[in-house]
Nanobody
Framework: VQLVESGGGLVQAGGSLRLSCVAS????????MGWYRQAPGKERELVAT???????NYADSVKGRFTISKDNAKKMVYLQLNNLKPEDTAVYYC???????????WGQGTLVTVSS
């Protein structure tokens, strides 16, 4: 299973970015897709998750600003980041968890930097 993220970059506070993650080597129907982030000096934390037949789940810090979505046909998951804040600066990782094995697969990450 391979995950490749894209879409990170430098943006001013209040701006927007759209992150993308494409999966290969796995089916896309019985998995949970998620975005996580890790800021410098901090632990990796959940940002949002999504799965077929389940409601999207968000960290309190991003509710109302970030939106997770997916395209099963393209095996892609997206994270729309709006009203970005400097504290959103982090490396953002895509993760897939297969329901059958509960095994997690991670992408390499994409850096989001928000300037004040």
């Amino acid at each position: 299973v391979q995950l490749v993220e894209s879409g990170g970059g430098l943006v001013q506070a209040g701006g927007s970015l759209r992150l993308s993650c494409v999966a290969s080597g796995t089916t896309f129907s019985m998995v949970t897709m998620g975005w996580y982030r890790q800021a410098p000096g901090k632990e990796r934390e959940l940002v949002a998750t999504i799965a077929n037949g389940r409601s999207a789940n968000y960290a309190d810090s991003v509710k109302g600003r970030f939106t997770i979505s997916k395209d099963n046909a393209k095996k892609m998951v997206y994270l729309q980041l709006n009203n970005l804040k400097p504290e959103d600066t982090a490396v953002y990782y895509c993760k897939i968890r297969a329901w059958s094995t509960a095994r997690d697969y991670w992408g390499q990450g994409t850096l989001v930097t928000v300037s004040s």
